[in-house]
């Protein structure tokens, strides 16, 4: 495989962007070398500009579930196109959208679109702290909600219940109402309500997706939000990567929990920029122009990328692929787990549905603590062996795997293949 055009445009790219990229991930740090630029993609492939063809795992981090450019979402949004282009006014496609989602949750009487999943949970802890009018909000670590300053935070020296911030540009005041706890420790949650009493709720993400794949334990989410309830703090659903991946609509259903805010993005955009938040009406309520709380936007609710959403989302109910996702996935991760013991590597899979991503490590992986024992030199050392072998995976150990509809029984033969190649490499470093 060459990848000389993608050196050439990475040099390029890093005169005027920063790393050459838009979104840090994609600058392939933690696997080392230089990033893929990508020229096309169509169904389960994508090409970079040396032409060469991949299995595509990433999907854009999500949102390419029923796989890319497919014709329907072609023609809704080449309709769209033919009316403009953005009004600064209330188009149909939003009301059609907005439908399409609530109809999906039912937990959702009202939704506001938004361009990003950031702005959606922005958006939602704001309305979090309108409604309850109190101030601090608990994340667990591990977990990511975007890049507003609240939540860029990092947990403080040992148990310390305050956190610190996670990024530099963040002020120690934006980080100041925001608590940590662990993922799968309702304790260390309680804890927090002991020591404060203007909690207004919690943000988690129902199955993680952002230290890799995380899923909650027995009733840990049931537990969470019986508790949040008997506190009168809201329980706030990040379910950008989730939503809609697991079902049509919301992957707090499947785990049985009801949220009282709930973040979407990704999918319901199917590849155009689309968040949004939704609640009950008592809680939307509080939403200008109805509400004191302000929030705004540009292109919120773009009729285009309303068009893709709409069209993704039609066309992702007709298919109804849960059960295949589920096999497919449950087939990787079988490949997987077989190829890393023929070969004598640790490496224990999550997954849930269409969302799944290996571990190199011997223990189980329940929180982030446990998700940063994985090997992250091999990580690399697979990631680039797997590209070799003609697959895209996300450039990070703490990412998730997504699958999408256009998968081929080809590709999983492929995949197969390339799992043993790669696995077979990554056993070679145990013996150096
Ligand atoms: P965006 O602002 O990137 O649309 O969404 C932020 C966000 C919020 N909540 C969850 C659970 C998310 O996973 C994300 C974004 N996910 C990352 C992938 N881990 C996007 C990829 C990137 O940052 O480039």
Request: charged content about 20%; some cysteine; hydrophobic content about 40%.
């Amino acid at each position: 495989m060459k990848f000389k055009k993608s050196e050439e445009l990475y040099k390029e790219g890093l005169v005027h962007l920063v790393g050459a990229v838009n979104s840090p991930v994609r600058a392939f740090t933690s696997v080392g070398g230089n990033p893929l630029f990508i020229k096309k993609a169509k169904g389960s492939k994508i090409t970079d500009v040396d032409g060469n063809e991949y299995i595509d795992l990433v999907l854009s981090y999500g949102p390419m579930i029923i796989g890319h450019r497919h014709r329907k979402v072609q023609k809704g949004v080449a309709k769209a196109l033919k009316n403009g282009y953005s009004f600064g006014a209330s188009t149909e496609n939003e009301i059609k959208l907005a439908k399409i989602v609530c109809d999906a949750f039912p937990e959702m009487d009202k939704v506001r679109f938004v361009n990003s999943g950031t702005e959606a949970v922005i958006s939602g802890v704001r309305l979090a702290r309108a409604f309850t009018g109190k101030d601090k909000i608990i994340k667990f670590s591990g977990c990511y909600h975007g890049h507003q300053d609240s939540l860029l935070v990092a947990a403080g020296s040992g148990l310390a219940t305050l956190s610190i911030p996670g990024s530099k540009g963040v002020p120690e005041g934006a980080v100041k109402n925001t608590l940590i706890a662990e993922y799968n420790n309702l304790e260390s949650v309680k804890k927090h309500f002991e020591a404060h009493d203007d909690i207004a709720g919690v943000i988690i993400e129902p199955i993680c997706g952002n230290m890799g794949v995380v899923i909650p334990q027995h009733n840990f989410l049931k537990e969470l939000k019986d508790f949040l309830k008997s506190k009168g703090a809201l329980l706030i659903a990040d379910e950008v990567m989730t939503g809609f991946r697991s079902k049509f609509g919301g992957v707090q259903e499947l785990l049985g929990v009801t949220a009282d805010i709930t973040c979407l993005g990704k999918v319901i955009g199917g590849g155009f920029p689309v968040g949004a938040y939704g609640a009950r009406n008592e809680i939307m309520e509080q939403v200008a122009p109805l509400g004191g709380m302000y929030q705004a936007g540009t292109l919120s609710g773009n009729p285009i990328a309303m068009a893709g959403g709409i069209a993704t989302l039609t066309e992702l109910k007709r298919q109804d692929p849960y059960q295949k996702f589920d096999k497919i996935g449950s087939t990787i991760e079988t490949i997987l787990i077989d190829t890393a013991k023929k070969y004598n590597v640790s490496l224990v899979v999550n997954r849930f549905g269409s969302m799944l991503n290996p571990f190199f490590t011997n223990t189980k992986v329940t929180n982030f603590e446990e998700a940063q024992t994985s090997d992250q030199q091999k990580f690399a050392v697979f990631f680039w062996e797997m590209i070799k072998n003609g697959v895209f995976l996300p450039p990070s150990q703490f990412e998730a795997w997504f699958l999408s509809s256009a998968i081929s029984d080809k590709d999983i033969k492929k995949l197969a293949v390339a799992i043993d190649k790669a696995i077979l490499v990554v056993s070679k470093m145990n013996k150096k």
